[in-house]
């Protein structure tokens, strides 16, 4: 694969110049959570919605896989960790590139915590990926978070554009974290990343008006997208959510405009 296939990859998942990401990768660090149960049915949700990539591991693409085509980019994701472990932070490397490629993913996501004792170990995990990325010219996505002892507010903009910076320092294409609050302190975090930055949709939030304002807020802070996941997959309707969401990252549509309330 060249790096021509790399930018075919990455435009299909920035179709129309912005990324509708739904990770669905929490079967293995929660369970089988509500919205996740059928897997397929999920997948096929937000498909119909309009997003452009969804993150899988490796275990149940199997089951969805009709549904990723030039439309849909599958994410696979490298990392995992459990939250029955006692080093719930601690991500791990359960699948590798090549397998990745042989399920065929568009994309690869890897996910880093830093500011803990074991930050070391992900960030080697995260430069080895992005190696074999080069290699094989695939897209990867990292999933920078400020999670750890060390970290006293995860939200903390001078906090948030570091994790940022490192994922694009060590080789990714695209970078997610979390949103600083407003557009003004999330526009810190993107003039200071050099490769697109998706806002992660985090824990589920009280209204869907909620989540609309912060996709609204984050592509006014420069966002090249969102990557959200309980968000979507949790909503009474992940199809109308999706569908909301498209309208304000493609059609420059306001939370307002798209709310139904």
């Not at 021509?4 to 929490?26: N, P, Q, Y």
């Not at 490192?166 to 999330?186: C, I």
């Not at 996941?229 to 498209?246: E, H, L, M, Y």
Request: proline share 3%; net charge neutral.
């Amino acid at each position: 694969m060249s790096s021509t296939g790399k930018e075919i990859r990455l435009r299909r998942l920035f179709a129309g110049g912005k990324a509708l990401v739904i990770a669905m990768d929490h079967g293995v660090s929660s369970g089988p959570v509500a919205g996740l149960e059928d897997i397929r049915k999920a997948v096929a949700n937000v498909a119909k919605g309009g997003a452009t990539g969804v993150v899988l591991h490796k275990g149940v693409v199997r089951f969805a896989k009709e549904y990723f085509d030039e439309r849909l980019a599958l994410i696979l994701h490298l990392s995992a960790s459990t939250s029955l472990s006692t080093h719930v932070d601690r991500k791990v490397v359960v699948t590798e590139v090549e397998e990745a490629i042989a399920h065929g993913a568009d994309a690869i996501s890897v996910h880093v915590n830093l500011g803990g004792e074991d930050d070391g170990r992900m960030l080697e995990d995260l430069g080895a990926t992005a190696t074999g990325c080069g290699r094989f010219g695939m897209p990867l996505l990292a999933m920078m978070y400020p999670r750890g002892s060390n970290v006293k507010n995860p939200y903390d903009v001078e906090v948030v554009k570091h994790v940022a910076r490192v994922g694009a320092e060590l080789g990714a294409d695209v970078v997610k974290t979390v949103y600083t609050g407003s557009p003004d302190t999330f526009r810190e975090v993107t003039r200071g990343c050099p490769v697109p930055v998706l806002v992660a949709g985090g824990p589920k939030l009280d209204s869907e008006r909620a989540a609309l304002a912060m996709v609204e807020g984050a592509i006014a802070g420069g966002a090249a997208g969102v990557s959200f996941g309980r968000n979507v997959f949790q909503s009474k309707d992940p199809i109308g959510i999706t569908r909301a969401i498209a309208r304000i990252l493609f059609d420059g549509a306001s939370a307002d405009d798209v709310y139904r309330g």
